[in-house]
């Protein structure tokens, strides 16, 4: 008899949404879980569907990306979410949904950053905020 797994973590999200990418790795830690739960408040919340860009890197992926920090929040556990684009979507709509999802996550988060597809959140224990929106209308 074969046994089927749940996948999710929330009603929204699932583990795999948040492995490291080249080796599957995830820290299972409170803060880890604190931050599942935060970002499925989020997304019930503002009722439009998220992908994970980015959740867990180990050291060898996160040296791997151009333009990641050394001491990267990632490291421990950071997400890089961004609102899902509907087919025949207005870019502005698109660009509405990010806003909202940075509004979001500025009040709960104590890293935030801004992109112009994405939104980055962790629980690094001070404020932090940072803008590298490269199209700011």
Known sequence: MMVQLNRKITDNFEW???KCPCCGTLL????????????QGIRERLGFPMNVNSGHRCPFHNSSLPDSAPHSEHL???T?????????EDAA?????????WLA???????????????????RGHRSRWDYRKFVT
């Open 93 to 101: 709509v698109f660009e509405a949904k990010v806003h909202t999802l």
């Open 105 to 123: 996550f500025d009040t709960v988060f104590d890293g935030v950053g801004r992109y112009d597809t994405f939104v980055h959140g962790d629980l």
């Open 16 to 18: 795999d949404d948040f």
């Open 28 to 39: 299972l830690t409170p803060r880890f879980y604190k931050h599942i739960e935060i970002l």
């Open 76 to 78: 421990i556990f950071a």
């Open 80 to 88: 890089d979410i961004a609102p899902v684009f509907i087919s025949g």
